[in-house]
Nanobody, 118 residues
Framework: VQLQASGGGLVQAGGSLRLSCAASGRTFSTYFMGWFRQAPGKEREFVASINWSTSSAYYADSVKGRFVISRDNAKNTVYLQMNSLKPEDAAVYYC????????????WGQGTLVTVSS
């Protein structure tokens, strides 16, 4: 199983980025796909997740209304559209696959760095 995250970069506050997570190696139709992030000196935190089968989406309060998670079945890819970025959104973002909305993630990607300048 491989989860390949990409799309990170440097953006000014107020800007947008779209992260991608290409999944391979198994069928994820019964999984939740999630995005987590970890800033320097902080614990990893949940950002958003999506039920691959139903497309039901869940968000951390800190990103609700600004971030949108989606998936493309044909490409086996999950996206995180991040809008109105704030300096506090800066972190390494990880995609993951698991059985729960907020926890129980067993497969992890390598992370992609998002830097937000003020």
């Amino acid at each position: 199983v491989q989860l390949q995250a990409s799309g990170g970069g440097l953006v000014q506050a107020g800007g947008s980025l779209r992260l991608s997570c290409a999944a391979s190696g198994r069928t994820f139709s019964t999984y939740f796909m999630g995005w987590f992030r970890q800033a320097p000196g902080k614990e990893r935190e949940f950002v958003a997740s999506i039920n691959w089968s139903t497309s039901s989406a869940y968000y951390a309060d800190s990103v609700k209304g600004r971030f949108v998670i989606s998936r493309d079945n044909a490409k086996n890819t999950v996206y995180l559209q991040m809008n109105s970025l704030k300096p506090e959104d800066a972190a390494v973002y990880y995609c993951a696959a698991g059985r729960g909305i907020y926890s129980g993630y067993v497969y992890w990607g390598q992370g992609t760095l998002v830097t937000v300048s003020s």
